[in-house]
């Protein structure tokens, strides 16, 4: 390749053999993720060791050549897009699982294991790893690392970053950093781990993770609680999380969602909004549970509840709300999807000021997420080929963030940074916050070889 040395790229080829492509049908299919950004790569490297790893990052650093880490490209900011070229470190042949400790409650894993995969492995031991993205099945483990990816478990399991124990990491120098370990209680110096979960490859690069896992609940059962219009709803979600029964699981869902719904072919009533609450528990605990749970949902504006304890029907019902996302380009083909967070009471407020920005910008932007973490995907609907409606799709953006922020929330829960709102971040951090970011970044990648143009803006 013309812009890469010649010397690196026949180290590269040495070191890797098949694992190293440059050729334009590899390096297309490692342009972009699911933001629809698309920018072709220099090369493609697929390492099989954390030594080729360190080796790469060092002969790239030697030549200041970017580094984009890649997992399964199901990421929606683009932050796995290779904006400066570079060369892409696509993680696909690290993908062992190294270990399942269930003494311990731990599994060592590759970057490159699939989180189904990953669940299939662990059910033989009654145990589970938390982190449910709607992707769960395609999505790496590395990227969800790299995004401190959620889903809707994270109300009563946590996110990512609270489901790893230790890493093993290549940072900008291609040194190797251990922190961490197959121990749930730690006193001993900085907490690297939870700074490097979520730093979307900006900050090392992860070769290997221990991660904390869960025993599957002997029992589970699911409500669905309808509602005149979003503000019941989310004064419910307030209830919900305001007494002492966690659910497992609580999302919720907007008048224009349960259309898609139903026009998918899922049995839901005509309802201004609806909650999707699940309950887990020991076989005796579940029918308590399931009542504290009933009765917070109970208030103004609830129209209608009922109880899905078949397998089955609660399989059916969270395979539709994994289905709402790639189903809004039938409503528009342009969609502009980011997860904004606020405290959970403030859910409320932040339903009404979405419901307020798609009457002031006349389009469609349709609500549904994680209720019970203050975490709600706002998609806004489009069409890219009429000028006027992309405008405003792109002038309501910035409220939405401001709405959240206003709101003292954050401008992502799960999805991360990326490309598409890095250039928010200077508005959600003040200047010295910023400053002590960018310390970081400096002190693992001084020569800014890592993901660069991702997550922090430039300083200053």
Not at 23 to 36: G, I, K, N, V
Not at 83 to 112: H, K, Q, W, Y
Not at 161 to 179: P, S, Y
Not at 333 to 362: C, M, R, T, W, Y
Request: hydrophobic share 45%.
């Amino acid at each position: 390749m013309s812009d890469l040395p010649a010397d690196f790229a026949d180290a590269m080829n040495a070191l890797l053999g098949d694992g190293w492509n440059t050729d334009l049908a590899t390096r297309e299919a490692h342009a972009s993720d699911d933001s629809r950004r698309s920018v072709l790569p220099a090369a493609v490297a697929l390492p099989q060791t954390r030594e080729h790893v360190q080796a790469i990052v060092r002969a790239c650093r030697q030549h200041r050549i970017p580094i984009i880490a890649r997992g399964a490209g199901t990421a929606t900011t683009g932050a796995a897009v290779p904006v400066d070229g570079g060369v892409v470190v696509s993680f696909t042949r690290m993908n062992r699982i190294l270990a399942i400790r269930a003494e311990d409650r731990c599994a060592v894993v590759e970057p490159g294991v699939r989180n189904g995969e990953l669940q299939q492995a662990l059910q033989p031991h009654g145990l589970f790893w938390p982190p449910d993205p709607s992707s769960f099945e395609t999505c790496s483990i590395g990227g969800n690392l790299a995004t401190n990816a959620g889903g809707p478990r994270a109300v009563k399991y946590g996110v990512t970053r609270d489901n790893v124990l230790g890493l093993v990491a290549v940072t900008g120098t291609g040194a190797l950093i251990h922190v961490g370990g197959a121990y749930t209680k730690c006193s001993s110096g900085y907490d690297l781990s939870r700074l490097l979960v979520g730093s979307e490859g900006t900050l090392a690069l992860i070769v290997e993770a221990t991660l904390k896992l869960a025993p599957r609940p002997q029992a589970q059962a699911g409500l669905r609680a309808f509602y005149r219009d979003a503000s019941s709803a989310a004064a419910a979600v307030s209830r919900l999380m305001a007494q002492p029964v966690v659910p497992a699981m609580l999302e919720f869902m907007d008048h224009r969602s349960l259309a898609l719904l139903r026009q998918n072919g899922s049995d839901v009533p005509e309802a201004g909004a609806m909650l999707l609450i699940e309950a887990d528990g020991s076989h005796e605990a579940l029918p308590d549970i399931l009542a504290a749970l009933g009765a917070a949902a109970e208030g103004e504006g609830l129209l209608d509840i009922d109880v899905a304890q078949d397998g089955a029907a609660r399989d059916r019902l969270w395979a539709a709300r994994r289905a709402l996302s790639p189903a809004l380009r039938s409503i528009a083909p342009g969609k502009i999807n980011e997860d904004v967070v606020v405290p959970v009471s403030q859910v409320p407020a932040l339903v009404a000021g979405i419901e307020a920005l798609a009457e002031e910008f006349a389009l469609p932007i349709v609500s549904f997420g994680h209720a019970g973490n203050g975490n709600l995907h706002v998609n806004i609907l489009y069409h890219p080929d009429d000028a006027d409606e992309s405008e405003r799709a792109r002038a309501a953006l910035p409220r939405v963030f401001a709405l959240a922020l206003s709101l003292g929330g954050a401008l992502s829960g799960e999805h991360g940074i990326g490309l598409t709102k890095r250039d928010h971040m200077a508005t959600a951090f003040d200047a010295a916050t910023l400053a002590a970011m960018h310390a970081i970044k400096q002190a693992f990648d001084p020569e800014g070889i890592l993901n660069p143009g991702k997550l922090l803006p430039d300083p200053g």
